[in-house]
């Protein structure tokens, strides 16, 4: 499957952002999606995933509250709403795929978008 993620920008502290996950060439409800972010110098994290039918989600405690993710299968999309945003959100932000959630959430997904910048200025 490929991946298309979109919508990163500069934004003020406090403001909100949608990205978006477009998947193409698979079947989409097959996969758990996910979003990870890799901040300059640090390591890629994990920030949210949603099941094959978008029944259930989760967030790293550093997001819970502020990002809520969604999908639909039927446009084979996955957005990641980011409110309350601040400076140490600043990452670039890819999404991924696989057929296993643990796979996934360990950051080991068999798929990867080419990633989005998300800039928060304070």
């Known amino acids: 499957v490929q991946l298309q993620a979109s919508g990163g920008e500069l934004v003020q502290a406090g403001g909100s952002l949608g990205l978006s996950c477009v998947a193409s060439?698979?079947?989409?409800?097959?996969?758990?999606i996910g979003w990870f972010r890799q901040a300059p110098g640090k390591e890629r994290e994990f920030v949210s995933l949603?099941?094959?039918?978008?029944?259930?989600?989760f967030y790293d405690d550093s997001v819970k509250g502020r990002f809520t993710i969604s999908r639909d299968n039927a446009r084979g999309t996955v957005d990641l709403q980011m409110n309350s945003l601040k400076p140490e959100d600043t990452a670039i932000y890819y999404c991924?795929?696989?057929?296993?959630?643990?796979?996934?959430?360990?950051?080991?997904?068999?798929?990867w978008g080419q990633g989005t910048q998300v800039t928060v200025s304070s």
């Open positions: 991924a795929a696989d057929n296993t959630l643990t796979k996934l959430r360990e950051g080991r997904g068999r798929y």
């Open positions: 060439g698979r079947t989409f409800s097959n996969y758990v």
């Open positions: 949603i099941t094959w039918r978008g029944d259930s989600s």
